[in-house]
């Protein structure tokens, strides 16, 4: 059976520091210049303009996702010996509490997507691990024009499913997903809060298809 493309196990990292801000944009001059071996005709595009665009617009696009993630991570909280002791707990639920903290993770999620593959290889599913993964996931379809999908523990889904065991630190777990929820060849991005369960999970259930 064809599998689908896993393209990626979203999650965001937060920089301690600022990248630097993109250069002004060129100015043109008001003189029409003939045109010649260094200035190409108008009605043919040059590669150097362009690409110096495409350049200012990754470079901008960088500036903003370092500028989310700097503000996202401030609005953490720490929790020290959480749910055991010598565990750090990062409680990201206050960038839910706010609305403006909320958009701005799903834009920094869409911008890391598209940065990373291009506009014109967008995902076409969303694929959430519960429980966190439901969280952003459905937003960031919306955002991304994909469709979504939940994963679930076992026994919370209708009909026929896929199922896929992980190792855990006390043990092993397991994940269903609807068969008929991705079609083969799909582009697919899994959406978790830890990278280590996402890519685990992701590569065994979604192999399957």
């Given at each position: 059976?064809?599998?689908?493309?896993?393209?990626?196990?979203?999650?965001?990292?937060?920089?301690?520091?600022?990248?630097?801000?993109?250069?002004?944009?060129?100015?043109?001059?008001?003189?029409?210049?003939?045109?010649?071996?260094?200035?190409?005709?108008?009605?043919?595009?040059?590669?150097?303009?362009?690409?110096?665009?495409?350049?200012?617009?990754?470079?901008?696009?960088?500036?903003?996702?370092?500028?989310?993630?700097?503000?996202?991570?401030?609005?953490?909280?720490?929790?020290?010996?959480?749910?055991s002791p010598g565990i750090l707990f990062e409680d990201i639920l206050p960038l839910f509490a706010d609305h403006t903290l909320h958009r701005s993770l799903i834009r920094a999620l869409e911008l890391h997507v598209t940065s990373c593959y291009g506009e014109d290889q967008k995902p076409d599913i969303i694929v959430g691990l519960e429980a966190r993964g439901f969280l952003c996931g459905p937003s960031l379809a919306l955002r991304l024009g994909a469709g979504f999908v939940p994963v679930r523990k076992p026994g919370k889904l209708p009909g026929p499913t896929e199922t896929a065991g992980f190792k855990k630190e006390y043990g092993e777990d397991f994940f269903e997903m609807q068969k008929d929820a991705i079609q083969p060849g799909q582009r697919v991005v899994v959406v978790d809060d830890i990278v280590a369960t996402g890519r685990l999970t992701s590569h065994n259930l979604l192999s399957n298809f």
């Open positions: 059976m064809s599998t689908c493309q896993l393209i990626v196990c979203c999650q965001i990292k937060f920089p301690s520091t600022l990248q630097s801000l993109p250069p002004s944009p060129f100015l043109l001059s008001h003189t029409m210049i003939e045109s010649t071996s260094s200035h190409p005709p108008r009605d043919k595009p040059d590669a150097t303009s362009q690409n110096t665009r495409l350049t200012a617009s990754a470079s901008s696009t960088a500036s903003e996702l370092s500028n989310l993630k700097i503000r996202l991570h401030k609005s953490l909280r720490q929790f020290p010996d959480f749910p």
